[in-house]
């Protein structure tokens, strides 16, 4: 079973349902995918305990209602056997599709730092709290402690407060005069601004950062720094996340070109490879309304509709204000290097401590003395830690990107020899 | 509401529940032990970590990326 598409998109959040509703209309046969169940990416993430905004079940409809867009649910990207060719594996099947024009919508994940006891049972990422509670993890008359940095620790402690949880502090690493500029610049977005109010919450504290997770067998508290004071607090959930890091790995491998963490793209959302676009959270993290924009201006560009793209720019130029704005309020303090003890593991896969990363000169000679990054996330979440521990870049991945069937893998079979 | 079996236990849940999510209606929370034997549970909870991955009728599957259907057998890695 061999697919072919006028246009690829991969990814299904904001920017890439933008990406297919702006191309849809040229009559292009257009293809996405996504590894998750249902569209929407993170930030509209469905399930029994999740309200979707009447803007995310529009695009839906709005994506469903074209016969020229195939959507293919949980399906993930294997490998690039040939030019503009995609292994691919979704529950059952593996297949081979061909493009003419691609776009990688493949957003961002949290950024992910160790500590001492961050392994434990109960300790997740912050958004990684807020998926699980929207897909029906109970946290009902649970203590909740946040931690770590940017707007999504707000946005997580109001999902956990909304299904019963107790949260007791949100600790935001930024200083209150960070956060507190950041806050003032909001007026420039109504709806972020007004959106802001809604999240408010009595517990947050700036220039706080969490030291160490406690318990045995699982979490049982965390201790903080507070402002410069130590304080415990028993707790039955940590969520803690440093910001967003782009998902670029696919782009990597695509030899993309980067730009500082993100994929390197022009006003056309185009990147140095002709045919080969990016938009969305994999170009810099900005929020899902940059990536909207973003993603529709790809999609225009990527079937020659030059002059519909070209009306987008104001609007692109508007948000990725914002995301300049809100970047820049939390830069992570560089204390936040030193949370990791020598026995604290920081490859979670393959149970490696920093003491046998510490003394390395790269990554890739950090990865072959200690397996580090060579597990099963493939270093997606130990090689954003080391990026920021100790500067490393980590190198494109090799395909298989994700653990594959041998049947998907075998489908490799029917392509000729390059 | 899809009935599954977790780790031999018959757990009901709510239409559309990840399967990562009834590990901790159902049971502790944990998905596996790890390397050097340590309990693990979700993590990202958006398909990156692989923190939650388990056996789902016969296949290694990520919790958080898989939605609980009736007569899903679900193990986790003890």
Same mark, same amino acid.
């Given at each position: 079973?061999?697919?072919?598409?006028?246009?690829?998109?991969?990814?299904?959040?904001?920017? =890439?349902?933008?990406?297919?509703?702006?191309?849809? #209309?040229? =009559?292009?046969?257009?293809?996405? %995918?996504?590894?998750?169940?249902?569209?929407?990416?993170?930030?509209?993430?469905? =399930?029994?305990?999740?309200?979707?905004?009447? &803007?995310?079940?529009?695009l839906?409809?709005?994506?469903?209602?074209?016969?020229?867009?195939?959507?293919?649910?949980?399906? +993930? /990207?294997?490998?690039?056997?040939?030019?503009?060719?995609?292994?691919?594996? !979704?529950?059952?099947h593996?297949?081979?599709?061909?493009?003419?024009?691609?776009? %990688?919508?493949?957003?961002? +994940?949290?950024?992910?730092?160790?500590? #001492?006891?961050w392994?434990?049972?109960?300790?997740?990422?912050?958004?990684?709290?807020?998926?699980?509670?929207?897909?029906?993890?109970?946290?009902r008359?649970?203590?909740?402690?946040i931690?770590?940095?940017g707007p999504?620790?707000?946005?997580?402690?109001?999902?956990?407060?909304?299904?019963?949880?107790?949260?007791?502090?949100?600790?935001?690493?930024?200083?209150?005069?960070?956060?507190?500029?950041?806050?003032a610049?909001?007026?420039?977005?109504?709806a972020k601004? %007004?959106q802001?109010?809604?999240?408010?919450?009595?517990?947050?504290r700036?220039?706080?950062?969490?030291?160490?997770?406690?318990?045995?067998?699982?979490?049982?508290?965390?201790?903080?720094?507070?402002?410069?004071?130590?304080?415990?607090?028993?707790?039955?959930?940590?969520?803690?996340?440093?910001?967003?890091?782009?998902?670029i790995?696919?782009?990597?491998? %695509?030899?993309?070109?980067?730009?500082?963490?993100?994929?390197?793209?022009?006003?056309?959302?185009?990147?140095?490879?002709?045919?080969?676009?990016?938009?969305?959270?994999?170009?810099?993290?900005?929020?899902?309304?940059?990536?909207?924009?973003?993603?529709?201006?790809?999609?225009?560009?990527?079937?020659?509709? /030059?002059?519909?793209?070209?009306?987008?720019?104001?609007?692109?130029? +508007?948000?990725?204000?914002?995301?300049?704005?809100?970047?820049?309020?939390?830069?992570? !303090?560089?204390?936040?290097k030193?949370l990791?003890?020598?026995?604290?593991?920081?490859?979670?896969?393959?149970? /490696?401590?920093?003491?046998?990363?510490?003394?390395?000169?790269d990554?890739?000679?950090?990865?072959?003395?200690? +397996?580090?990054?060579?597990?099963a996330?493939?270093?997606?979440?130990?090689?954003?830690?080391?990026?920021?521990?100790?500067?490393?870049?980590?190198?494109?991945? &090799?395909?298989p990107?994700?653990?594959?069937?041998?049947e998907?893998?075998?489908?490799?079979?029917?392509?000729?020899?390059? | 509401?899809?009935?599954?079996?977790?780790?031999?236990?018959?757990?009901?849940?709510?239409?559309?529940?990840? @399967?990562?999510?009834?590990l901790?209606?159902?049971?502790?929370?944990?998905?596996?032990?790890s @390397?050097?034997?340590?309990?693990?549970?979700?993590?990202?909870g958006?398909g990156?970590c692989?923190?939650?991955?388990?056996?789902?009728?016969?296949?290694?599957?990520?919790?958080?990326?898989?939605?609980?259907?009736?007569?899903?057998? @679900?193990e986790?890695q003890?």
């Amino acid at each position: 079973m061999n697919e072919y598409a006028d246009l690829l998109i991969i990814g299904a959040g904001p920017a =890439g349902m933008a990406a297919a509703l702006a191309a849809a #209309p040229s =009559g292009a046969r257009i293809v996405m %995918l996504d590894d998750n169940p249902l569209a929407g990416g993170q930030i509209w993430r469905d =399930g029994p305990q999740a309200s979707l905004p009447a &803007r995310a079940r529009q695009l839906r409809e709005r994506l469903q209602s074209h016969t020229n867009i195939r959507h293919h649910r949980g399906t +993930r /990207v294997i490998a690039n056997p040939g030019p503009k060719q995609l292994l691919v594996e !979704d529950d059952d099947h593996g297949w081979l599709i061909s493009y003419d024009k691609l776009i %990688l919508c493949t957003g961002a +994940r949290e950024l992910l730092l160790p500590f #001492p006891g961050w392994t434990l049972p109960g300790v997740t990422g912050a958004g990684g709290l807020q998926a699980l509670i929207k897909a029906g993890l109970a946290v009902r008359d649970e203590r909740v402690v946040i931690a770590g940095s940017g707007p999504l620790l707000l946005a997580s402690a109001a999902t956990a407060k909304k299904h019963g949880a107790t949260v007791l502090r949100i600790a935001e690493q930024a200083s209150f005069a960070s956060v507190a500029g950041f806050a003032a610049q909001l007026p420039r977005w109504p709806a972020k601004w %007004l959106q802001s109010f809604s999240l408010f919450n009595r517990h947050y504290r700036a220039a706080t950062h969490v030291i160490a997770a406690l318990g045995t067998e699982r979490l049982e508290g965390v201790r903080l720094q507070q402002q410069g004071k130590i304080v415990e607090l028993e707790c039955d959930r940590l969520a803690c996340g440093f910001g967003l890091i782009p998902n670029i790995q696919l782009g990597q491998a %695509l030899a993309y070109a980067i730009q500082g963490q993100a994929l390197a793209v022009d006003t056309w959302q185009a990147s140095n490879h002709p045919d080969h676009f990016a938009a969305g959270e994999c170009t810099g993290f900005g929020g899902s309304e940059l990536a909207l924009v973003e993603g529709a201006i790809a999609g225009h560009a990527a079937v020659g509709d /030059v002059a519909a793209a070209r009306q987008l720019w104001p609007r692109r130029a +508007r948000w990725q204000g914002f995301a300049n704005a809100l970047n820049q309020a939390f830069a992570l !303090d560089p204390q936040l290097k030193s949370l990791a003890h020598p026995d604290t593991l920081v490859c979670r896969c393959e149970d /490696v401590a920093y003491a046998a990363l510490a003394g390395h000169t790269d990554w890739r000679e950090a990865k072959l003395a200690s +397996r580090c990054g060579m597990g099963a996330c493939q270093g997606r979440v130990c090689g954003g830690a080391v990026q920021h521990l100790f500067g490393w870049q980590p190198s494109a991945p &090799r395909p298989p990107f994700s653990p594959a069937r041998i049947e998907t893998l075998m489908c490799l079979d029917d392509t000729p020899p390059a | 509401m899809p009935e599954l079996m977790l780790d031999g236990h018959a757990l009901r849940v709510a239409e559309g529940t990840s @399967v990562a999510a009834a590990l901790a209606l159902g049971g502790n929370g944990c998905s596996r032990t790890s @390397v050097s034997g340590q309990r693990r549970a979700p993590l990202c909870g958006m398909g990156i970590c692989q923190e939650c991955r388990v056996t789902i009728d016969g296949r290694r599957r990520l919790a958080c990326q898989t939605l609980c259907r009736d007569g899903m057998q @679900v193990e986790t890695q003890p």
